[in-house]
């Protein structure tokens, strides 16, 4: 088995749909590191942060529910615990607001 370190984004999470950050590749499990946004208006923003099991029938769970980010400054999540991620899940980003005004880069490790 292979372990492989990486980084995935979204720049300018969208507030109409949730942005789809990272898909755990085929024949791949991946552990979750950790995850940063960033919220580059000067106004408070919050973010909801999505996992979606492929292999669940109910299968959309919160990690994170409109939580605040204030604004000019970046909010670490995720990080201490890991979540673990197989083929196909998603993980996925919504923004309160459509200004366009927060980015979200995760850490990740693929094992293959």
Do not use: H
């Not at 949730?18 to 755990?24: E, K, P, R």
Request: hydrophobic content about 40%.
């Amino acid at each position: 088995m292979a372990n492989v370190f990486k980084n995935a984004k979204t720049i300018s999470v969208s507030n109409s749909s949730a942005d789809t950050v990272y898909t755990t590749p085929a024949a791949t499990k991946t552990i979750i590191l950790g995850a940063m946004i960033c919220n580059k208006n000067a106004a408070s923003r919050d973010v909801t942060v999505t996992w979606t099991d492929s292999s669940d029938s109910d299968n959309v769970t919160s990690l994170l529910n409109e939580v605040p980010v204030p604004g000019d400054s970046s909010l670490e999540v995720l990080s201490g615990q890991k979540y673990v991620l197989e083929a196909g899940d998603l993980l996925k980003c919504l923004s309160s607001d459509d200004s366009a005004s927060l980015d979200i880069t995760v850490g990740v490790m693929e094992i293959t």
